[in-house]
């Protein structure tokens, strides 16, 4: 068996040599908000935070009440995951009101409170911008659901009732229109509608992205952007980033709409930042975003280090990934990608590896304390923004099984959809909060205060 804790450190110093070879200490830092040189990102899922008043689910008030331990880990920035009113079929990704802090979090007020005390300690605040669609809950899409037409009735992708196409679901009620849509992920978040880059002409429904209603979708994510951060935010990250375009092969319309957000970011807020969830730097990073995340979805270079979705067997994972004790995994392949991105985009954006996320399993999952921390010596010295998902700074376990609160497909739809044959339209937001789950438990096993504060030191110095 080959030993973990050698050949790490051992491919590690090649890779920083290589990157150093890459990036002179000349190198030109990337364009932005300057905050953004120094930023260490912590993420906050909040309905498992810190619930402040007891009912189950944390909320705004709490992360407002943890700001001074963030800050003592070494954090000066938070990224919070979708905090507005939603039925909260997929954890909140499933928006019913995007200028609303939904009820179980708090007030919009809470909102600013928190970013009030995180300015005063000079910290910033992001949001989730949930950008490529809406929960079938949201007044636009039941709008646009309607036979009548009106304002909204192309905001979303709606393909013939004759025709098959891939993906696209029916929704049903007394005066919907027997068209079907396309959803973004879940059948019950659909695809807002910024157009087809390539439209086929003999499908009339692809609408180009200059169509007036793809353009109305458009300038209304900017209106949601605008509210929050004269509102008090210092900028988002962006949920699915790649997805809003259809039919673009050359990413050239997605790029161009995201060009299009920067330039208006940089005349109006030049403080803001934008961070994609796109996995795709040498795209992303030219389409106008500050940061892309390297993670599970799109390029292996994350799967290739972490298998985060990888299983742990014993010492080994399937797939086997390099960070695991059998030594199964190839750094090989990792480094070729990352230098490549990097060399594409280190004067223009930043590359980010969390040590975690909302979608994949704890670096802990399968891991001992020493694997655990070869891991965050990596990727909090690597080239970057270091974003540290909560927990990961005390070494918390990822549990499993755990019972599915938020986030299951089919079941959740069904029940959305059982509520709406129920409710009449003025009565379905009021419905849907309903969905609300009246409890989420997490349980977590704090493994001591000397792993954390070997951690803090090694953020706060990371040479
Ligand atoms: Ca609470």
């Known amino acids: 068996m080959r030993k973990l804790l050698v050949d790490p450190w051992a491919l590690l110093a090649i890779l920083c040599l290589a990157i150093e070879a890459a990036a002179p200490l000349s190198a030109e830092v990337p364009p932005g908000p300057k905050w953004l040189e120094t930023a260490v990102f912590y993420q906050i899922y909040p309905q498992s935070y810190f619930d402040s008043n007891g009912d189950g689910i944390g909320d705004l008030p709490g992360i407002t009440a943890k700001l001074d331990y963030?800050?003592?880990?070494?954090?000066?920035?938070?990224?919070?995951?979708?905090?507005?009113?939603?039925?909260?079929?997929?954890?909140?990704?499933?928006?019913?009101?995007?200028?609303?802090?939904?009820?179980?979090?708090?007030?919009?007020?809470?909102?600013?409170?928190?970013?009030?005390?995180?300015?005063?300690?000079?910290?910033?605040?992001?949001?989730?911008?949930?950008?490529?669609?809406?929960?079938?809950?949201?007044?636009?899409?039941?709008?646009?659901?309607?036979?009548?037409p009106n304002r909204y009735s192309n905001w979303y992708i709606w393909t013939p009732a004759g025709e098959s196409v891939p993906g696209s679901q029916p929704f049903p009620g007394e005066h919907n229109r027997s068209d079907r849509y396309l959803p973004n992920f879940f059948p019950f978040q659909p695809a807002l509608n910024y157009g087809f880059a390539r439209p086929d002409p003999k499908e009339p429904w692809q609408l180009p992205t200059t169509d007036p209603a793809c353009v109305a979708v458009r300038e209304e994510l900017k209106r949601v952007m605008k509210f929050w951060l004269d509102f008090c935010a210092d900028g988002f990250r962006v949920d699915m980033a790649f997805s809003l375009v259809r039919n673009d092969p050359d990413n050239e319309a997605i790029g161009a709409l995201w060009r299009y957000y920067r330039s208006w970011l940089d005349k109006e807020y030049p403080e803001a930042v934008l961070v994609s969830e796109w996995s795709d730097p040498a795209v992303a990073i030219p389409a106008g975003?500050?940061?892309?995340?390297?993670?599970?979805?799109?390029?292996?270079?994350?799967?290739?280090?972490?298998?985060?979705?990888?299983?742990?067997?014993?010492?080994?994972?399937?797939?086997?990934?390099?960070?695991?004790?059998?030594?199964?995994?190839?750094?090989?392949?990792?480094?070729?990608?990352?230098?490549?991105?990097?060399?594409?985009?280190?004067?223009r954006g930043y590359i980010s590896m969390p040590t975690a996320n909302h979608d994949i399993p704890r670096p802990t999952c399968g891991r001992d304390e020493q694997e655990v921390r070869t891991i965050f010596a990596m990727l909090l010295t690597m080239p970057g923004v270091p974003f540290i998902y909560y927990g990961d700074e005390i070494g918390m376990n990822f549990l499993y099984p755990a019972p599915d609160k938020e986030g299951g497909p089919s079941e959740r739809y069904r029940a959305v959809v059982r509520e709406l044959r129920c409710s009449g339209p003025r009565r379905r937001t009021r419905a849907f909060r309903l969905h609300?789950?009246?409890?989420?438990?997490?349980?977590s096993i704090r493994l001591g205060h000397d792993r954390m504060s070997r951690l803090r030191r090694k953020i706060q110095h990371p040479c």
């Not at 797939?319 to 990352?338: C, L, Q, S, T, W």
């Not at 609300?436 to 349980?443: A, E, G, I, V």
Request: aromatic share 14%; glycine share 8%.
């Open 70 to 148: 963030i800050q003592s880990v070494g954090c000066n920035a938070i990224w919070i995951n979708p905090i507005y009113e939603s039925p909260f079929g997929d954890a909140g990704y499933d928006v019913a009101d995007f200028f609303k802090v939904a009820p179980r979090y708090g007030t919009n007020e809470d909102l600013k409170n928190l970013c009030t005390e995180a300015h005063k300690r000079g910290m910033h605040v992001c949001l989730d911008l949930v950008a490529g669609h809406t929960s079938i809950a949201h007044p636009w899409f039941q709008q646009s659901a309607l036979d009548k």
């Open 436 to 443: 609300q789950p009246k409890s989420f438990t997490f349980r």
């Open 289 to 347: 975003f500050h940061i892309d995340f390297l993670i599970q979805i799109g390029q292996p270079a994350y799967g290739i280090l972490l298998g985060p979705l990888s299983w742990p067997n014993g010492y080994s994972r399937d797939p086997h990934a390099f960070f695991e004790r059998a030594g199964g995994g190839d750094i090989k392949p990792f480094v070729e990608n990352y230098l490549k991105n990097y060399t594409a985009t280190k004067s």
